[in-house]
């Protein structure tokens, strides 16, 4: 059975910094596409970043660059997602999600991806 399980969460200060992490099991993630996704309350899913099997290509929506760094792991089946000058907009319950193929204009549409974690919430506030 296949499983990602998020962690790293947690109430923050806003400039302050956090590591989420994603584990995989049950498919074969090295050769699987992982995308970070966020939903604040009562607003869409948002891709937030995205990193192609093997590590390379990765990509980032614009309100995270500079910002977020996502890396991978596969002997770990581990992606990680650095996030720092955190903001409260950053607010939300972050996802990671897994699927086959890495698309650069399309990697942030949830249909892309077949399989999801239960999520992990961050908050930016003082």
């Known amino acids: 059975q296949s499983k990602l399980v998020e962690s790293g969460g947690a109430l923050v200060q806003p400039g302050g910094s956090l590591r989420l992490s994603c584990v995989a099991s049950g498919f074969r993630f090295y050769l699987s596409v992982i995308a970070w996704f966020r939903q604040a309350p009562g607003k869409e899913r948002e891709g937030v970043s995205c990193i192609s099997s093997g590590g390379s290509p990765t990509i980032y929506a614009h309100s995270v660059k500079g910002r977020f760094t996502i890396s991978r792991d596969d002997a770990r089946n581990t992606v990680y997602l650095e996030m720092s000058s955190l903001k409260p907009e950053d607010t939300g319950i972050y996802y990671c999600?897994?699927?086959?193929?890495?698309?650069?204009?399309?990697?942030?549409?949830?249909?892309?991806?077949?399989?999801w974690g239960q999520g992990t919430q961050v908050t930016v506030s003082s």
């Open positions: 999600a897994a699927g086959p193929t890495y698309y650069e204009n399309y990697w942030s549409i949830p249909g892309r991806y077949d399989r």
